[in-house]
């Protein structure tokens, strides 16, 4: 299994960033994928999640409004299009597959695989 995720760097506040996960070696259209991220000292914190088939999508309180999360199940990749980004969400981005139902989205114990982290910085 490989979740590879790109697309970070270096942004201005108010700035936008895109962040890509190619995933390979399981069932992608099978599984929900989710976004954490893990600022320097803090916990890994859930940023968003989408279902299997794209229907239902999910969002951290910090977020909302600002990040989207979509998929394309026939490249197996699934993207989180950041906007309108601000300093604290500088942090280390991971993608994560599992077979969540909805209670346990925001879980990161939920999701059985995970990539190897992308950096975001937000700075002028």
């Known amino acids: 299994v490989q979740l590879q995720a790109s697309g970070g760097g270096l942004v201005q506040p108010g700035g936008f960033l895109r962040l890509s996960c190619a995933a390979s070696?399981?069932?992608?259209?099978?599984?929900?994928m989710g976004w954490f991220r893990q600022a320097p000292g803090r916990e890994r914190e859930f940023v968003s999640a989408?279902?299997?088939?794209?229907?239902?999508?999910y969002y951290g309180d910090s977020v909302k409004g600002r990040f989207t999360i979509s998929r394309d199940n026939a490249r197996t990749t699934v993207y989180l299009q950041m906007n309108s980004l601000k300093p604290e969400d500088t942090a280390v981005y991971y993608c994560?597959?599992?077979?969540?139902?909805?209670?346990?989205?925001?879980?990161?114990?939920?999701?059985?695989?995970w990539g190897q982290g992308t950096l975001v910085t937000v700075s002028s």
């Open positions: 070696g399981f069932t992608f259209r099978n599984y929900g």
């Open positions: 989408i279902k299997p088939n794209g229907g239902t999508t």
């Open positions: 994560a597959a599992g077979r969540f139902i909805s209670s346990s989205v925001y879980n990161k114990d939920a999701y059985a695989y």
